[in-house]
Protein backbone atom coordinates (compact mmCIF):
# COMPACT_ATOMS: atom_id res chain seq x y z
CA UNK A 1 0.00 0.00 0.00
CA UNK A 2 0.90 3.59 -0.63
CA UNK A 3 0.01 6.33 0.83
CA UNK A 4 -0.65 9.58 -1.58
CA UNK A 5 -1.27 13.64 -0.76
CA UNK A 6 -2.16 15.93 -2.76
CA UNK A 7 -1.95 19.52 -2.68
CA UNK A 8 -2.01 22.53 -5.16
CA UNK A 9 -5.32 23.23 -5.63
CA UNK A 10 -7.22 26.37 -5.60
CA UNK A 11 -9.20 28.73 -7.49
CA UNK A 12 -8.25 30.47 -10.98
CA UNK A 13 -9.41 32.23 -13.62
CA UNK A 14 -10.06 30.66 -16.94
CA UNK A 15 -7.09 30.79 -19.28
CA UNK A 16 -5.13 30.50 -16.01
CA UNK A 17 -2.92 27.95 -14.93
CA UNK A 18 -2.30 25.95 -11.83
CA UNK A 19 0.12 22.75 -10.81
CA UNK A 20 -1.10 19.95 -8.69
CA UNK A 21 1.58 17.48 -6.72
CA UNK A 22 1.24 13.63 -5.58
CA UNK A 23 3.23 12.98 -2.56
CA UNK A 24 3.95 9.23 -2.35
CA UNK A 25 4.63 7.36 0.85
CA UNK A 26 5.10 3.43 1.95
CA UNK A 27 7.03 1.68 -0.61
CA UNK A 28 9.29 1.19 -3.88
CA UNK A 29 7.21 2.47 -6.99
CA UNK A 30 9.18 1.33 -9.54
CA UNK A 31 6.43 -1.35 -10.46
CA UNK A 32 3.53 1.28 -10.30
CA UNK A 33 1.95 3.20 -12.50
CA UNK A 34 0.61 6.86 -10.98
CA UNK A 35 -2.34 8.93 -11.97
CA UNK A 36 -4.37 11.94 -11.68
CA UNK A 37 -8.64 11.52 -12.11
CA UNK A 38 -10.97 14.06 -11.34
CA UNK A 39 -14.59 14.33 -10.51
CA UNK A 40 -16.95 17.52 -11.01
CA UNK A 41 -20.09 17.40 -9.05
CA UNK A 42 -22.99 14.91 -10.53
CA UNK A 43 -20.65 13.27 -12.73
CA UNK A 44 -18.44 10.33 -12.58
CA UNK A 45 -14.61 10.05 -12.01
CA UNK A 46 -12.37 10.80 -14.94
CA UNK A 47 -8.94 9.78 -15.88
CA UNK A 48 -6.81 12.52 -16.49
CA UNK A 49 -3.44 11.70 -17.27
CA UNK A 50 -0.78 9.19 -15.71
CA UNK A 51 2.40 8.20 -15.74
CA UNK A 52 5.01 4.88 -15.67
CA UNK A 53 6.92 5.55 -12.82
CA UNK A 54 10.21 3.15 -14.02
CA UNK A 55 9.51 3.76 -17.82
CA UNK A 56 8.12 7.29 -18.35
CA UNK A 57 5.39 5.98 -20.11
CA UNK A 58 2.61 8.85 -20.40
CA UNK A 59 -0.93 9.17 -21.28
CA UNK A 60 -3.53 11.66 -21.30
CA UNK A 61 -7.16 12.08 -21.08
CA UNK A 62 -8.79 13.63 -24.84
CA UNK A 63 -10.09 16.13 -23.21
CA UNK A 64 -6.79 17.72 -21.46
CA UNK A 65 -4.53 16.85 -24.13
CA UNK A 66 -2.33 19.37 -24.93
CA UNK A 67 -2.91 21.79 -21.92
CA UNK A 68 -1.66 19.39 -18.79
CA UNK A 69 1.31 17.78 -18.47
CA UNK A 70 2.00 14.90 -15.87
CA UNK A 71 5.76 14.17 -14.55
CA UNK A 72 7.38 12.75 -11.73
CA UNK A 73 10.36 13.67 -9.73
CA UNK A 74 11.93 9.64 -8.66
CA UNK A 75 14.14 11.65 -6.05
CA UNK A 76 11.48 12.60 -4.14
CA UNK A 77 8.85 10.53 -4.68
CA UNK A 78 6.37 12.99 -6.30
CA UNK A 79 3.91 13.28 -9.10
CA UNK A 80 2.96 16.95 -10.87
CA UNK A 81 -0.06 17.25 -13.00
CA UNK A 82 0.78 21.01 -14.43
CA UNK A 83 -2.35 22.73 -16.25
CA UNK A 84 -2.60 25.76 -18.66
CA UNK A 85 -5.51 27.09 -20.31
CA UNK A 86 -7.66 26.35 -17.97
CA UNK A 87 -11.48 25.96 -18.71
CA UNK A 88 -14.41 26.01 -16.47
CA UNK A 89 -15.23 22.63 -17.13
CA UNK A 90 -11.55 21.55 -15.36
CA UNK A 91 -13.28 22.46 -12.30
CA UNK A 92 -13.19 19.32 -10.13
CA UNK A 93 -12.31 17.29 -7.07
CA UNK A 94 -8.52 16.65 -8.39
CA UNK A 95 -7.15 12.74 -6.91
CA UNK A 96 -3.63 11.14 -6.96
CA UNK A 97 -3.90 7.35 -8.01
CA UNK A 98 -1.54 4.45 -7.82
CA UNK A 99 -2.14 1.16 -9.94
CA UNK A 100 0.54 -0.96 -8.21
CA UNK A 101 0.90 -3.40 -11.01
CA UNK A 102 0.97 -1.17 -14.04
CA UNK A 103 3.96 -1.42 -15.08
CA UNK A 104 3.43 -4.93 -16.47
CA UNK A 105 -0.11 -4.05 -18.16
CA UNK A 106 0.41 -3.83 -21.75
CA UNK A 107 -1.14 -0.52 -21.54
CA UNK A 108 -2.04 2.06 -18.88
CA UNK A 109 -5.07 1.46 -17.22
CA UNK A 110 -7.90 4.19 -17.89
CA UNK A 111 -10.28 2.45 -15.53
CA UNK A 112 -10.00 3.88 -11.90
CA UNK A 113 -11.05 0.11 -10.94
CA UNK A 114 -7.32 -0.70 -11.55
CA UNK A 115 -6.12 1.67 -9.23
CA UNK A 116 -4.85 0.51 -5.58
CA UNK A 117 -4.48 3.65 -3.84
CA UNK A 118 -6.29 6.89 -3.49
CA UNK A 119 -5.34 10.41 -2.06
CA UNK A 120 -7.95 12.48 -0.74
CA UNK A 121 -8.52 15.10 -3.79
CA UNK A 122 -7.68 18.46 -3.83
CA UNK A 123 -10.16 20.59 -5.18
CA UNK A 124 -9.47 23.09 -8.41
CA UNK A 125 -12.02 25.61 -9.40
CA UNK A 126 -11.56 27.52 -12.67
CA UNK A 127 -13.94 30.88 -12.93
CA UNK A 128 -15.27 31.90 -16.34
Known amino acids: QVQLVESGGGLVHAGGSLSLSCAAA????????MAWFRQAPGKEREFVAA????????YYGDSVKGRFTISRDVAKNTVALQMNTLKAEDTALYYC?????????????????????WGQGTQVTVSS
Open 97 to 117: AADSGGEYRATISLRQQSYDD
Open 26 to 33: GRSLDSYV
Open 51 to 58: IAWSRGRI
